[in-house]
C-alpha cells in the first residue's frame, strides 16, 4: 500500500515551485564552484574549533537548484516513512484499493505542494536518510546547499556574496560533523523518528476526527491564531516522542549557533552586517507567507535557535568546549526539554562538580580559568563572535 504518491508529488511539486533569481551562466558556474570551495574551507574551521572527530572524510557537498532539493527531500521522505509505508501494507485489507489509491494521490499532491513553498526559503541542509547506494548500502548522509536561493538571499540582502555563501557554509558543516562525528546521533533520530511515526493512530475514524483537526489548525492560522497542523495530528503519545526529539534538535541547532558565534568574526569579516540583515528578513515576510510558517511549524524552528543557543553558550561558558561536548556520549547525556531551559541542571546531572571553565578561542583550543589566587595579569578576552543562519525550511 502507497501512503503518498512519490512521483506525484515530485511532478507537483517541481509545476509550483517558483523560479530562482536571473543569472548568467557564468555567475551560475562561480557560484557553484564557491559553494563547493567554501563547503570544504568551513568543514576545517568547524572541527578545529568543536574539536569533534569523525572516522569518515568529509565528501563535498551537492548542490542543488530548486527542484534538485524537491527531489532530493521525496528521496529521503520515501526511507524515513518505509516503516509506517510497511506497517500500513501489512494491514491494506483495512480499506478498500480505490481508496488507498485516491488517497495516495491526494497526499501526494499536498507533499508536492509543501515542498514546493519550502524549496524557495531552504538555503541549505545535511540530509541525514538517504536511499541505499548500489551496493546496498545505505550512506551517512550528504550536505547539500540549494544555490539559487542562496544567491537571492545575498541579494536581496545586499551582503558581500563570498562572505555570506560562507556562513551559509559554517552552518551546515556544523551539522555534518555532528552526525558524522557522533556515531550514535544519526541512529538515536531515526529511531525517534520511527517511533513517532508508528505511534499513529491509523483506524479510519481517527483519521477522520485527525483530518477535522487539522481542518480547524488551518483556519485558526488563517486567522492569525497560533494553530499547528503538527499539533493538531499527534496522538498523545507521539507528544512524548516529540519533545525527545525536539530538545535533541533544539541542541543540534544551538549547536550550530554558538559555533557560528565563535568562528564567525574570524573568517567572515561582514558577519555582523549579514546577521543583523538576516534577522530582519527571517522576521518578515508576508501574510500568506506567516501563516504556512504557523502551520508547518517553522515558527517553533526559530524558536529551537534561540534556545538551543542560549543553552550551549550557558554550558560552554561554565564548563568549557571539552565539558559540553559531554553532551555527545550517548542518549542519556542529551538534555530534557526542561535542562534546556534551565541548563544548570543539565550541568549537575551530567557532570556533577566540573572542573574550571575552558575559554575557547578562534583556533579552537581551550585555556582553563586560573584560580583567583593564581591569576595573571587580565588579558583581553577573544571577541564574541556571530552566529549563521538557520538554513532549513525557516530561512
Not at 567554501?38 to 530548486?66: C, M
Not at 564567525?264 to 561582514?270: L, Y
Not at 561536548?325 to 550541568?347: H, Y
Amino acid at each position: 500500500m502507497q501512503v503518498i504518491d512519490w512521483d506525484l508529488a515530485v511532478s507537483t511539486g517541481t509545476r509550483l515551485v517558483r523560479p530562482g533569481p536571473q543569472v548568467s551562466r557564468e555567475e551560475a558556474r562561480q557560484a557553484v564552484n564557491d559553494l563547493r570551495r567554501l563547503s570544504r574551507e568551513a568543514e576545517g574551521h568547524v572541527r578545529e574549533f568543536t574539536r569533534i572527530a569523525a572516522d569518515a572524510s568529509p565528501q563535498p557537498a551537492t548542490i542543488v537548484d530548486r527542484p534538485g532539493w524537491i527531489r532530493a527531500n521525496v528521496e529521503g521522505f520515501r526511507v524515513v516513512l518505509e516503516p509506517l509505508t510497511e506497517r500500513m501494507t501489512a494491514g491494506r485489507g483495512q480499506a478498500p484499493a480505490i481508496v488507498a489509491a485516491v488517497g495516495s494521490r491526494i497526499t501526494g499532491v499536498e507533499v508536492g505542494a509543501v515542498l514546493a513553498f519550502l524549496a524557495t526559503r531552504v538555503l541549505g541542509q545535511y540530509e541525514l536518510f538517504l536511499p541505499p547506494d548500489p551496493t546496498g548500502q545505505a550512506p551517512t548522509g550528504r550536505l547539500t546547499l540549494v544555490a539559487p536561493n542562496i544567491v537571492n538571499a545575498e541579494r536581496e540582502l545586499g551582503v558581500h556574496p563570498r562572505d555570506f555563501r560562507l556562513w551559509v557554509c559554517l552552518h551546515e558543516e556544523t551539522h555534518r560533523v555532528q552526525f558524522t562525528g557522533v556515531p550514535w546521533l544519526r541512529e538515536y533520530v531515526r529511531s525517534q523518528m520511527t517511533e513517532f511515526l508508528l505511534a499513529a493512530d491509523l483506524d479510519l475514524p481517527t483519521l477522520l476526527d485527525r483530518l477535522r483537526q487539522a481542518a480547524d489548525a488551518v483556519a485558526d492560522a488563517v486567522r492569525g491564531g497560533e494553530g499547528s497542523l503538527i499539533d493538531a495530528i499527534q496522538t498523545p503519545e507521539q507528544k512524548q516522542i516529540l519533545e525527545r526529539l525536539t530538545s535533541v534538535m533544539t541542541l543540534v541547532e544551538g549547536h550550530g549557533d554558538y559555533v557560528m558565534d565563535a568562528v564567525g568574526p574570524s573568517v567572515v569579516p561582514s558577519v555582523a552586517d549579514i546577521r543583523a540583515k538576516f534577522q530582519q528578513r527571517r522576521q518578515g515576510g508576508s501574510r500568506v507567507d506567516r501563516t504556512m510558517r504557523r502551520l508547518l511549524g517553522l515558527d517553533l524552528k526559530m524558536k529551537q535557535y534561540a534556545e538551543g543557543s542560549s543553552f550551549v553558550t550557558t554550558v560552554v561558558g561554565k564548563v568549557g568546549m571539552d565539558g559540553f561536548n559531554k553532551v555527545w556520549t550517548s542518549p542519556e547525556t542529551l538534555p530534557t526539554a526542561a535542562e534546556i531551559a534551565s541548563p544548570d541542571r543539565w550541568i549537575a546531572r551530567v557532570l556533577g562538580d566540573p572542573a574550571p571553565p575552558a575559554t575557547a578561542t578562534a583556533n579552537g583550543a581551550s585555556t582553563h580559568t586560573p584560580e583567583p589566587q593564581d591569576a595573571p595579569e587580565p588579558k583581553d578576552a577573544p571577541e564574541p563572535k556571530d552566529e549563521p543562519p538557520p538554513t532549513g525550511p525557516q530561512t
